[in-house]
Protein backbone atom coordinates (compact mmCIF):
# COMPACT_ATOMS: atom_id res chain seq x y z
CA UNK A 1 0.00 0.00 0.00
CA UNK A 2 1.00 3.52 -0.91
CA UNK A 3 2.26 5.24 2.55
CA UNK A 4 2.33 8.82 1.08
CA UNK A 5 -1.18 10.63 2.31
CA UNK A 6 -3.31 11.03 -0.60
CA UNK A 7 -2.58 14.59 -0.89
CA UNK A 8 0.98 13.66 -1.76
CA UNK A 9 -0.24 10.84 -4.19
CA UNK A 10 -2.07 13.28 -6.11
CA UNK A 11 0.14 15.73 -6.09
CA UNK A 12 2.48 13.60 -7.62
CA UNK A 13 0.43 12.77 -10.45
CA UNK A 14 -0.33 16.05 -11.49
CA UNK A 15 3.49 16.64 -11.68
CA UNK A 16 4.40 13.63 -13.10
CA UNK A 17 6.57 13.11 -16.32
CA UNK A 18 4.07 10.61 -17.79
CA UNK A 19 0.50 11.49 -18.74
CA UNK A 20 -1.03 9.89 -16.17
CA UNK A 21 -4.97 8.46 -15.85
CA UNK A 22 -7.70 9.02 -13.28
CA UNK A 23 -10.83 7.41 -14.10
CA UNK A 24 -14.91 8.87 -12.63
CA UNK A 25 -16.74 7.23 -9.95
CA UNK A 26 -19.58 8.37 -8.63
CA UNK A 27 -19.68 6.10 -5.31
CA UNK A 28 -18.08 4.03 -3.11
CA UNK A 29 -18.45 0.72 -4.77
CA UNK A 30 -17.19 2.22 -7.88
CA UNK A 31 -14.64 4.57 -6.63
CA UNK A 32 -13.15 0.47 -5.36
CA UNK A 33 -13.59 -0.71 -8.67
CA UNK A 34 -10.95 2.19 -10.48
CA UNK A 35 -8.58 1.68 -7.77
CA UNK A 36 -8.62 -2.56 -7.98
CA UNK A 37 -8.24 -1.73 -11.81
CA UNK A 38 -5.06 -0.10 -11.23
CA UNK A 39 -5.63 3.69 -11.25
CA UNK A 40 -3.79 5.84 -9.57
CA UNK A 41 -6.62 8.54 -9.22
CA UNK A 42 -10.31 8.94 -8.73
CA UNK A 43 -12.66 11.73 -10.50
CA UNK A 44 -15.59 12.52 -8.46
CA UNK A 45 -17.46 13.55 -11.12
CA UNK A 46 -20.57 15.98 -10.67
CA UNK A 47 -21.97 14.58 -13.75
CA UNK A 48 -22.19 10.95 -12.72
CA UNK A 49 -22.55 11.28 -9.46
CA UNK A 50 -25.70 13.92 -9.20
CA UNK A 51 -26.94 11.28 -12.10
CA UNK A 52 -26.62 7.79 -9.63
CA UNK A 53 -28.67 10.56 -7.42
CA UNK A 54 -30.87 10.69 -10.23
CA UNK A 55 -30.65 14.46 -10.18
CA UNK A 56 -29.27 16.77 -13.12
CA UNK A 57 -25.85 18.21 -12.61
CA UNK A 58 -26.93 21.96 -12.33
CA UNK A 59 -26.26 21.97 -8.20
CA UNK A 60 -29.33 20.18 -7.44
CA UNK A 61 -27.50 17.89 -5.10
CA UNK A 62 -26.43 19.71 -2.49
CA UNK A 63 -22.78 20.25 -1.87
CA UNK A 64 -22.79 18.41 1.67
CA UNK A 65 -24.80 16.11 -0.43
CA UNK A 66 -21.86 15.72 -2.53
CA UNK A 67 -19.55 15.51 0.57
CA UNK A 68 -21.47 12.60 1.83
CA UNK A 69 -20.83 10.58 -1.08
CA UNK A 70 -17.44 11.71 -1.18
CA UNK A 71 -16.71 10.28 2.36
CA UNK A 72 -17.68 6.89 1.16
CA UNK A 73 -15.50 7.09 -1.54
CA UNK A 74 -12.70 8.15 -0.02
CA UNK A 75 -13.51 5.51 2.70
CA UNK A 76 -13.68 2.67 0.32
CA UNK A 77 -10.31 3.77 -1.31
CA UNK A 78 -6.09 4.04 -0.69
CA UNK A 79 -5.78 6.29 -3.65
CA UNK A 80 -6.64 10.39 -3.96
CA UNK A 81 -9.72 11.67 -5.48
CA UNK A 82 -9.99 14.64 -7.31
CA UNK A 83 -13.38 15.69 -6.95
CA UNK A 84 -15.10 17.93 -9.35
CA UNK A 85 -16.63 21.11 -7.19
CA UNK A 86 -18.55 22.98 -10.07
CA UNK A 87 -18.16 26.28 -9.49
CA UNK A 88 -17.27 25.75 -5.65
CA UNK A 89 -20.73 25.72 -4.45
CA UNK A 90 -20.91 29.59 -3.87
CA UNK A 91 -18.59 32.64 -3.35
CA UNK A 92 -14.94 32.27 -1.89
CA UNK A 93 -16.58 31.75 1.30
CA UNK A 94 -18.16 28.72 0.29
CA UNK A 95 -15.16 27.65 -1.54
CA UNK A 96 -13.04 28.06 2.23
CA UNK A 97 -15.79 25.93 3.54
CA UNK A 98 -15.65 23.39 0.95
CA UNK A 99 -11.57 23.02 1.06
CA UNK A 100 -11.96 22.56 4.83
CA UNK A 101 -14.47 20.02 5.03
CA UNK A 102 -12.50 18.20 1.64
CA UNK A 103 -9.46 17.99 3.44
CA UNK A 104 -11.51 16.46 6.57
CA UNK A 105 -12.35 13.48 4.77
CA UNK A 106 -9.01 13.07 2.92
CA UNK A 107 -10.63 14.40 -0.49
CA UNK A 108 -6.70 15.43 -2.14
CA UNK A 109 -7.85 17.75 -4.66
CA UNK A 110 -10.68 19.82 -5.98
CA UNK A 111 -11.91 21.20 -9.72
CA UNK A 112 -13.64 24.15 -10.13
CA UNK A 113 -14.88 26.06 -13.22
CA UNK A 114 -15.53 29.36 -14.16
CA UNK A 115 -18.88 29.57 -14.50
CA UNK A 116 -21.90 30.77 -12.48
CA UNK A 117 -23.75 29.17 -9.68
CA UNK A 118 -25.81 27.20 -10.28
CA UNK A 119 -24.11 25.68 -13.06
CA UNK A 120 -25.13 23.18 -16.22
CA UNK A 121 -22.19 20.82 -17.69
CA UNK A 122 -20.88 21.32 -20.24
CA UNK A 123 -22.50 19.43 -23.33
CA UNK A 124 -25.42 21.09 -22.63
CA UNK A 125 -26.05 24.26 -24.34
CA UNK A 126 -22.11 25.10 -23.33
CA UNK A 127 -21.99 27.77 -25.54
CA UNK A 128 -25.32 29.43 -24.30
CA UNK A 129 -24.03 29.53 -20.66
CA UNK A 130 -22.59 33.03 -18.93
CA UNK A 131 -18.70 32.29 -17.52
CA UNK A 132 -17.46 33.85 -14.10
CA UNK A 133 -16.06 37.41 -13.68
CA UNK A 134 -12.55 36.29 -13.93
CA UNK A 135 -11.30 38.52 -10.60
CA UNK A 136 -13.80 37.25 -9.05
CA UNK A 137 -12.94 33.20 -10.03
CA UNK A 138 -9.20 34.40 -9.28
CA UNK A 139 -10.28 35.62 -5.65
CA UNK A 140 -12.07 32.00 -5.06
CA UNK A 141 -8.87 29.98 -5.80
CA UNK A 142 -6.38 32.53 -3.79
CA UNK A 143 -9.03 31.90 -0.87
CA UNK A 144 -9.44 28.34 -1.36
CA UNK A 145 -5.21 27.74 -1.40
CA UNK A 146 -5.50 30.14 1.84
CA UNK A 147 -7.76 27.43 3.52
CA UNK A 148 -6.09 24.25 2.89
CA UNK A 149 -3.94 22.74 5.99
CA UNK A 150 -2.18 20.32 3.70
CA UNK A 151 0.62 22.21 1.70
CA UNK A 152 -0.38 19.20 -0.95
CA UNK A 153 -3.84 19.93 -1.02
CA UNK A 154 -4.45 20.56 -4.86
CA UNK A 155 -7.11 23.30 -6.76
CA UNK A 156 -7.39 22.76 -10.62
CA UNK A 157 -8.76 25.72 -12.50
CA UNK A 158 -10.91 24.72 -15.01
CA UNK A 159 -11.20 27.01 -18.00
CA UNK A 160 -15.03 27.30 -19.99
CA UNK A 161 -13.54 29.75 -22.35
CA UNK A 162 -14.22 27.17 -25.80
CA UNK A 163 -16.95 25.36 -23.98
CA UNK A 164 -18.79 29.02 -23.83
CA UNK A 165 -17.81 29.95 -27.35
CA UNK A 166 -14.66 32.16 -26.90
CA UNK A 167 -11.69 31.67 -28.21
CA UNK A 168 -8.24 30.65 -27.28
CA UNK A 169 -6.88 34.13 -26.77
CA UNK A 170 -10.09 34.23 -23.99
CA UNK A 171 -8.54 30.75 -22.56
CA UNK A 172 -4.94 31.61 -22.14
CA UNK A 173 -6.16 35.23 -20.37
CA UNK A 174 -8.18 33.15 -17.70
CA UNK A 175 -5.62 30.14 -17.25
CA UNK A 176 -2.92 32.99 -16.50
CA UNK A 177 -4.90 34.80 -13.89
CA UNK A 178 -5.97 31.50 -12.43
CA UNK A 179 -2.17 30.25 -12.72
CA UNK A 180 -1.49 33.56 -10.93
CA UNK A 181 -3.92 33.48 -8.18
CA UNK A 182 -2.01 29.90 -7.45
CA UNK A 183 -3.98 27.26 -9.21
CA UNK A 184 -2.12 23.75 -8.67
CA UNK A 185 -3.10 23.09 -12.47
CA UNK A 186 -5.29 23.57 -15.44
CA UNK A 187 -7.97 21.96 -16.69
CA UNK A 188 -8.95 23.01 -20.10
CA UNK A 189 -12.22 21.84 -21.34
CA UNK A 190 -13.28 21.01 -25.04
CA UNK A 191 -16.64 20.23 -26.30
CA UNK A 192 -15.54 19.69 -30.17
CA UNK A 193 -14.93 15.99 -31.35
CA UNK A 194 -11.80 16.79 -32.10
CA UNK A 195 -8.84 17.59 -30.18
CA UNK A 196 -8.10 20.82 -31.96
CA UNK A 197 -9.11 23.94 -29.00
CA UNK A 198 -7.07 21.95 -26.36
CA UNK A 199 -4.00 21.47 -28.96
CA UNK A 200 -4.29 24.93 -29.55
CA UNK A 201 -4.15 26.19 -26.11
CA UNK A 202 -1.31 23.60 -25.01
CA UNK A 203 1.10 24.60 -27.65
CA UNK A 204 0.55 27.91 -26.38
CA UNK A 205 0.23 27.48 -22.56
CA UNK A 206 3.23 25.39 -23.02
CA UNK A 207 4.70 24.13 -19.52
CA UNK A 208 3.56 27.11 -17.51
CA UNK A 209 1.87 24.39 -14.90
CA UNK A 210 0.40 21.04 -15.39
CA UNK A 211 -2.79 20.64 -17.47
CA UNK A 212 -5.29 18.01 -17.34
CA UNK A 213 -8.10 17.72 -20.16
CA UNK A 214 -11.37 15.42 -20.16
CA UNK A 215 -11.57 13.78 -23.61
CA UNK A 216 -15.45 13.18 -23.44
CA UNK A 217 -16.29 14.41 -27.18
CA UNK A 218 -12.80 14.24 -28.50
CA UNK A 219 -12.36 10.61 -27.23
CA UNK A 220 -11.50 9.08 -31.23
CA UNK A 221 -8.12 10.89 -30.60
CA UNK A 222 -5.21 8.72 -29.77
CA UNK A 223 -3.73 9.08 -26.68
CA UNK A 224 -0.45 8.91 -27.60
CA UNK A 225 -1.30 12.64 -29.25
CA UNK A 226 -2.05 13.95 -25.39
CA UNK A 227 1.24 12.16 -24.93
CA UNK A 228 3.01 13.90 -27.24
CA UNK A 229 1.79 16.94 -26.50
CA UNK A 230 2.59 16.79 -22.73
CA UNK A 231 -0.09 17.18 -21.18
CA UNK A 232 0.04 16.46 -17.24
CA UNK A 233 -3.65 13.78 -16.92
CA UNK A 234 -6.36 12.62 -18.62
CA UNK A 235 -9.56 12.05 -17.36
CA UNK A 236 -12.08 9.54 -18.15
CA UNK A 237 -14.90 11.21 -16.56
CA UNK A 238 -18.37 9.26 -16.82
CA UNK A 239 -17.39 5.77 -18.23
CA UNK A 240 -18.21 3.49 -15.50
CA UNK A 241 -21.27 5.55 -15.17
CA UNK A 242 -22.27 5.18 -18.31
CA UNK A 243 -21.39 0.89 -18.37
CA UNK A 244 -23.63 0.63 -15.34
CA UNK A 245 -26.83 2.21 -17.15
CA UNK A 246 -26.78 0.36 -20.11
CA UNK A 247 -26.05 -2.85 -18.33
CA UNK A 248 -29.01 -1.89 -16.27
CA UNK A 249 -31.62 -0.83 -18.84
CA UNK A 250 -30.52 -4.48 -20.04
CA UNK A 251 -31.02 -6.67 -17.40
CA UNK A 252 -34.26 -4.92 -16.33
CA UNK A 253 -35.54 -5.19 -19.79
CA UNK A 254 -34.79 -9.01 -19.73
CA UNK A 255 -36.12 -9.58 -16.84
CA UNK A 256 -39.64 -7.37 -17.15
CA UNK A 257 -40.00 -9.55 -19.99
CA UNK A 258 -38.52 -12.76 -19.42
CA UNK A 259 -39.98 -13.17 -15.94
CA UNK A 260 -36.75 -15.84 -14.94
CA UNK A 261 -33.48 -15.04 -14.55
CA UNK A 262 -31.91 -17.95 -16.15
CA UNK A 263 -30.47 -15.71 -19.26
CA UNK A 264 -28.99 -13.27 -17.01
CA UNK A 265 -27.35 -15.00 -13.83
CA UNK A 266 -24.41 -15.98 -15.73
CA UNK A 267 -23.72 -12.46 -17.43
CA UNK A 268 -23.58 -10.32 -14.20
CA UNK A 269 -21.45 -10.43 -10.90
CA UNK A 270 -22.25 -13.27 -8.96
CA UNK A 271 -23.26 -12.22 -5.03
CA UNK A 272 -19.96 -13.39 -3.86
CA UNK A 273 -18.51 -10.68 -5.85
CA UNK A 274 -20.38 -8.21 -4.38
CA UNK A 275 -19.75 -8.97 -1.18
CA UNK A 276 -15.90 -9.31 -1.95
CA UNK A 277 -16.16 -5.55 -2.85
CA UNK A 278 -17.91 -4.65 0.18
CA UNK A 279 -14.90 -6.52 2.15
CA UNK A 280 -17.56 -8.97 3.75
CA UNK A 281 -14.34 -11.34 4.67
CA UNK A 282 -12.44 -8.43 6.71
CA UNK A 283 -15.68 -8.24 8.81
CA UNK A 284 -15.97 -12.04 9.00
CA UNK A 285 -11.91 -12.34 10.36
CA UNK A 286 -13.11 -9.44 12.92
CA UNK A 287 -15.93 -11.28 14.11
CA UNK A 288 -13.94 -14.08 15.49
CA UNK A 289 -11.44 -12.01 17.01
CA UNK A 290 -14.09 -9.12 18.84
CA UNK A 291 -17.69 -11.62 18.98
CA UNK A 292 -18.08 -13.95 21.99
CA UNK A 293 -17.28 -17.44 19.60
CA UNK A 294 -20.44 -19.24 18.10
CA UNK A 295 -21.44 -21.42 20.70
CA UNK A 296 -22.37 -23.85 17.52
CA UNK A 297 -18.37 -24.58 17.39
CA UNK A 298 -17.50 -25.02 20.67
CA UNK A 299 -16.97 -28.41 22.64
CA UNK A 300 -15.70 -30.01 25.54
CA UNK A 301 -14.00 -32.76 26.65
CA UNK A 302 -14.26 -33.66 30.61
CA UNK A 303 -11.74 -36.28 31.74
CA UNK A 304 -13.37 -37.86 34.34
CA UNK A 305 -12.58 -41.38 34.48
CA UNK A 306 -10.18 -42.36 37.32
CA UNK A 307 -11.73 -42.75 41.05
CA UNK A 308 -9.36 -39.94 43.18
CA UNK A 309 -8.65 -42.60 46.03
CA UNK A 310 -7.06 -39.57 47.96
CA UNK A 311 -11.22 -38.65 49.04
CA UNK A 312 -11.41 -41.99 50.48
CA UNK A 313 -14.74 -43.27 51.48
CA UNK A 314 -16.48 -40.29 49.56
CA UNK A 315 -15.41 -41.94 46.27
CA UNK A 316 -16.27 -45.35 47.95
CA UNK A 317 -19.87 -45.72 45.84
CA UNK A 318 -19.05 -43.10 42.67
CA UNK A 319 -16.35 -41.24 40.94
CA UNK A 320 -14.82 -38.03 42.13
CA UNK A 321 -16.55 -36.28 39.34
CA UNK A 322 -19.83 -36.95 41.21
CA UNK A 323 -18.88 -35.71 44.84
CA UNK A 324 -21.30 -33.29 46.07
CA UNK A 325 -20.12 -29.24 46.41
CA UNK A 326 -22.99 -27.15 48.46
CA UNK A 327 -25.48 -30.25 47.62
CA UNK A 328 -24.96 -30.71 43.77
CA UNK A 329 -21.66 -32.78 42.24
CA UNK A 330 -18.89 -31.66 41.04
CA UNK A 331 -19.50 -32.47 37.82
CA UNK A 332 -22.63 -30.46 37.35
CA UNK A 333 -20.67 -27.25 39.02
CA UNK A 334 -18.07 -27.47 35.60
CA UNK A 335 -21.53 -28.21 33.03
CA UNK A 336 -22.76 -24.98 34.08
CA UNK A 337 -19.89 -22.68 33.90
CA UNK A 338 -19.72 -24.77 30.46
CA UNK A 339 -23.31 -23.99 29.57
CA UNK A 340 -22.80 -20.10 31.36
CA UNK A 341 -20.66 -19.52 28.36
CA UNK A 342 -22.62 -21.45 25.25
CA UNK A 343 -21.07 -24.32 25.53
CA UNK A 344 -23.46 -27.01 25.18
CA UNK A 345 -21.62 -29.98 23.01
CA UNK A 346 -19.98 -31.53 26.34
CA UNK A 347 -18.26 -35.04 26.21
CA UNK A 348 -17.47 -36.59 29.66
CA UNK A 349 -14.86 -39.64 29.45
CA UNK A 350 -16.12 -41.94 32.50
CA UNK A 351 -14.36 -44.96 34.00
CA UNK A 352 -14.74 -45.61 37.40
CA UNK A 353 -18.27 -46.35 38.83
CA UNK A 354 -19.30 -45.44 35.01
CA UNK A 355 -23.24 -46.07 36.40
CA UNK A 356 -22.69 -43.38 38.97
CA UNK A 357 -22.26 -40.37 36.39
CA UNK A 358 -25.55 -39.88 34.45
CA UNK A 359 -26.07 -36.13 34.64
CA UNK A 360 -28.36 -35.61 31.52
CA UNK A 361 -27.76 -33.57 28.03
CA UNK A 362 -23.86 -34.82 28.16
CA UNK A 363 -22.18 -37.14 25.42
CA UNK A 364 -20.52 -40.37 27.35
CA UNK A 365 -17.50 -42.29 26.40
CA UNK A 366 -16.23 -44.97 28.69
CA UNK A 367 -13.28 -45.73 29.14
CA UNK A 368 -13.68 -49.33 30.99
CA UNK A 369 -9.81 -49.80 31.40
CA UNK A 370 -9.66 -47.07 33.35
CA UNK A 371 -7.56 -48.71 35.95
CA UNK A 372 -4.96 -49.79 33.42
CA UNK A 373 -4.82 -46.65 31.61
CA UNK A 374 -3.90 -42.72 31.45
CA UNK A 375 -5.56 -39.37 30.72
CA UNK A 376 -4.62 -39.64 27.36
CA UNK A 377 -6.34 -42.95 26.56
CA UNK A 378 -9.63 -41.44 27.88
CA UNK A 379 -8.56 -38.55 25.74
CA UNK A 380 -7.79 -40.88 22.41
CA UNK A 381 -11.33 -42.24 23.08
CA UNK A 382 -12.88 -39.18 22.93
CA UNK A 383 -11.34 -37.53 20.19
CA UNK A 384 -12.58 -41.08 17.89
CA UNK A 385 -16.38 -40.90 19.54
CA UNK A 386 -16.20 -37.77 17.44
CA UNK A 387 -15.48 -39.60 14.15
CA UNK A 388 -13.50 -36.79 12.97
CA UNK A 389 -16.32 -34.26 12.97
CA UNK A 390 -14.49 -31.67 15.20
CA UNK A 391 -15.23 -28.31 17.05
CA UNK A 392 -12.98 -25.86 18.46
CA UNK A 393 -12.34 -27.79 22.34
CA UNK A 394 -11.60 -27.48 25.42
CA UNK A 395 -9.89 -30.34 27.42
CA UNK A 396 -10.59 -30.67 31.16
CA UNK A 397 -10.56 -32.58 34.26
CA UNK A 398 -13.74 -33.80 35.90
CA UNK A 399 -12.50 -32.75 39.87
CA UNK A 400 -11.08 -28.94 38.40
CA UNK A 401 -13.34 -26.20 39.30
CA UNK A 402 -13.59 -22.92 37.73
CA UNK A 403 -15.45 -20.17 36.41
CA UNK A 404 -16.76 -18.90 32.83
CA UNK A 405 -13.39 -17.00 32.74
CA UNK A 406 -11.95 -19.86 32.05
CA UNK A 407 -13.70 -21.22 29.04
CA UNK A 408 -14.67 -17.97 27.78
CA UNK A 409 -11.07 -16.77 27.64
CA UNK A 410 -9.93 -19.33 25.81
CA UNK A 411 -12.51 -19.48 23.02
CA UNK A 412 -11.91 -15.47 22.48
CA UNK A 413 -7.72 -16.78 21.27
CA UNK A 414 -7.62 -17.41 17.72
CA UNK A 415 -4.20 -19.97 18.18
CA UNK A 416 -4.56 -23.73 17.41
CA UNK A 417 -3.16 -24.75 20.96
CA UNK A 418 -3.92 -22.29 24.00
CA UNK A 419 -3.26 -23.43 28.26
CA UNK A 420 -3.55 -21.61 31.02
CA UNK A 421 -1.10 -21.38 33.81
CA UNK A 422 -1.72 -19.81 37.43
CA UNK A 423 1.70 -18.12 38.35
CA UNK A 424 0.38 -17.97 41.64
CA UNK A 425 2.23 -21.08 42.45
CA UNK A 426 5.32 -20.50 45.03
CA UNK A 427 4.66 -22.22 48.78
CA UNK A 428 3.88 -25.21 46.07
CA UNK A 429 7.40 -27.20 46.26
CA UNK A 430 5.82 -30.42 44.96
CA UNK A 431 2.81 -30.17 42.58
CA UNK A 432 2.08 -34.03 41.46
CA UNK A 433 -1.15 -33.41 39.95
CA UNK A 434 -2.26 -32.48 36.36
CA UNK A 435 0.56 -31.79 34.03
CA UNK A 436 2.85 -30.11 36.87
CA UNK A 437 4.95 -27.23 36.67
CA UNK A 438 5.28 -24.69 33.47
CA UNK A 439 8.17 -22.79 32.19
CA UNK A 440 7.24 -20.04 29.12
CA UNK A 441 8.50 -17.49 26.85
CA UNK A 442 8.04 -14.66 30.03
CA UNK A 443 6.99 -14.67 33.78
CA UNK A 444 3.26 -12.85 34.32
CA UNK A 445 4.39 -9.21 34.51
CA UNK A 446 2.72 -6.38 33.11
CA UNK A 447 4.70 -7.14 29.91
CA UNK A 448 2.42 -10.14 29.09
CA UNK A 449 -0.32 -7.74 28.72
CA UNK A 450 1.45 -6.46 25.35
CA UNK A 451 3.17 -9.43 24.09
CA UNK A 452 2.07 -13.59 23.88
CA UNK A 453 3.62 -15.90 25.74
CA UNK A 454 4.18 -19.49 24.93
CA UNK A 455 5.03 -22.65 26.90
CA UNK A 456 8.34 -23.98 27.20
CA UNK A 457 7.97 -26.90 28.76
CA UNK A 458 6.00 -28.59 31.75
CA UNK A 459 6.33 -31.29 34.25
CA UNK A 460 7.57 -31.94 37.55
CA UNK A 461 10.75 -32.04 36.94
CA UNK A 462 11.55 -27.79 35.51
CA UNK A 463 13.85 -26.38 37.68
CA UNK A 464 12.12 -24.38 40.54
CA UNK A 465 14.24 -21.46 39.23
CA UNK A 466 12.42 -21.61 35.33
CA UNK A 467 9.05 -22.31 37.17
CA UNK A 468 6.69 -19.36 35.74
CA UNK A 469 3.72 -21.28 37.47
CA UNK A 470 1.56 -24.47 37.29
CA UNK A 471 -0.56 -25.62 34.38
CA UNK A 472 -4.39 -25.69 35.74
CA UNK A 473 -5.62 -28.35 33.49
CA UNK A 474 -7.47 -26.28 30.61
CA UNK A 475 -5.88 -26.62 26.94
CA UNK A 476 -8.26 -25.07 24.27
CA UNK A 477 -8.03 -26.82 21.10
CA UNK A 478 -8.93 -25.52 17.80
CA UNK A 479 -10.56 -28.03 15.55
CA UNK A 480 -8.11 -27.94 12.92
CA UNK A 481 -5.55 -29.19 15.68
CA UNK A 482 -8.15 -31.92 17.20
CA UNK A 483 -7.36 -33.63 13.98
CA UNK A 484 -3.66 -33.52 13.99
CA UNK A 485 -4.21 -34.09 17.61
CA UNK A 486 -5.69 -37.17 17.55
CA UNK A 487 -3.11 -38.47 15.12
CA UNK A 488 -0.39 -37.76 17.62
CA UNK A 489 -2.55 -40.18 20.27
CA UNK A 490 -3.07 -42.63 18.05
CA UNK A 491 0.88 -42.64 17.25
CA UNK A 492 1.94 -42.12 20.96
CA UNK A 493 -0.39 -44.96 22.20
CA UNK A 494 0.73 -47.41 19.77
CA UNK A 495 3.63 -48.01 21.74
CA UNK A 496 2.80 -49.88 25.17
CA UNK A 497 5.16 -47.53 27.91
CA UNK A 498 2.28 -44.30 26.94
CA UNK A 499 -0.72 -47.01 28.18
CA UNK A 500 -0.63 -44.64 31.28
CA UNK A 501 0.32 -41.43 30.03
CA UNK A 502 -0.78 -38.41 30.89
CA UNK A 503 -1.40 -34.91 29.88
CA UNK A 504 1.99 -33.80 30.65
CA UNK A 505 3.41 -36.51 28.25
CA UNK A 506 0.93 -34.86 25.64
CA UNK A 507 2.32 -31.19 26.23
CA UNK A 508 5.74 -32.88 25.88
CA UNK A 509 5.36 -34.53 22.76
CA UNK A 510 3.62 -31.48 21.32
CA UNK A 511 6.58 -28.94 22.46
CA UNK A 512 9.12 -31.81 20.83
CA UNK A 513 6.82 -31.54 17.58
CA UNK A 514 7.66 -27.89 17.55
CA UNK A 515 3.52 -27.15 18.05
CA UNK A 516 3.20 -23.58 19.58
CA UNK A 517 1.13 -23.26 22.63
CA UNK A 518 -0.15 -20.35 23.80
CA UNK A 519 -0.02 -19.41 27.33
CA UNK A 520 -2.71 -17.48 29.41
CA UNK A 521 -2.06 -16.48 32.62
CA UNK A 522 -4.28 -15.97 35.76
CA UNK A 523 -4.18 -15.59 39.31
CA UNK A 524 -7.34 -18.42 40.84
CA UNK A 525 -10.00 -18.20 38.68
CA UNK A 526 -9.93 -22.67 39.40
CA UNK A 527 -10.00 -24.85 42.09
CA UNK A 528 -8.26 -28.43 42.02
CA UNK A 529 -10.65 -30.36 44.15
CA UNK A 530 -7.60 -32.89 45.35
CA UNK A 531 -8.45 -33.49 49.43
CA UNK A 532 -11.40 -33.37 51.61
CA UNK A 533 -9.63 -29.90 52.48
CA UNK A 534 -10.48 -29.00 49.12
CA UNK A 535 -13.98 -29.90 49.22
CA UNK A 536 -14.88 -28.01 52.46
CA UNK A 537 -12.90 -24.87 50.18
CA UNK A 538 -14.59 -25.51 46.96
CA UNK A 539 -18.08 -24.28 48.67
CA UNK A 540 -16.76 -20.92 49.36
CA UNK A 541 -15.28 -20.86 45.63
C1 LIG B 1 -18.11 15.92 -14.93
O1 LIG B 1 -17.72 14.76 -15.07
O2 LIG B 1 -19.03 16.22 -14.19
C2 LIG B 1 -17.46 16.99 -15.66
C3 LIG B 1 -16.87 16.71 -16.95
O3 LIG B 1 -17.49 18.09 -15.21
S1 LIG B 1 -18.03 17.11 -18.09
O4 LIG B 1 -19.20 16.34 -17.90
O5 LIG B 1 -17.37 16.83 -19.37
O6 LIG B 1 -18.32 18.52 -18.01
MG1 LIG C 1 -18.89 18.36 -13.80
Known amino acids: MNTKTKCQQFRQLLQSQELEFICEAHNGLSA ?59 NFNNMQRLIRKLEQRQIAAVCIEDKIFPKTNSFLKGDA ?14 AGKDAQTDDDFCIIARVEAFICGWGLAEALRRAEAYHQAGAD ?116 IILAASRGDELGELTE ?70 NGTFQDTIISYGDVLFNQYIPQTLFQEQEDLVMFVDSSWEGKT ?3 RLGGFAECTLPNSRKTFHSKVYLQQLG ?55 FPIRVLYTVGHWLDINSLDDIVHAGEF
Open 32 to 90: KIVEEAGFKGIWGSGLTISAQFGVRDNNEASWTQILDNLEFMSDATHIPILLDGDTGYG
Open 430 to 432: SYT
Open 460 to 514: QDVPEASIHGVWMGFLKVSSKACEQLQEILEHMLADPANRKAGMSQLFQELLRRK
Open 317 to 386: DKPKTMVHIQGTPLLSHIVDAYNAVGIKNITVVRGYKKEAVTLPNLTYVDNDRFADTGELDSLLKALRAK
Open 185 to 300: GILIHSALAVPDEILSFKREWGDRCPVVIVPTKYYSTPTDVFRQSEFAMVIWANHLLRTAVTTMQKTAKTLKEQEHLLSIEDRIAPVSEVFRLQGAAELQEAEKRYLPQNSENMAA
Open 129 to 142: QPMADIDEFSGKIK
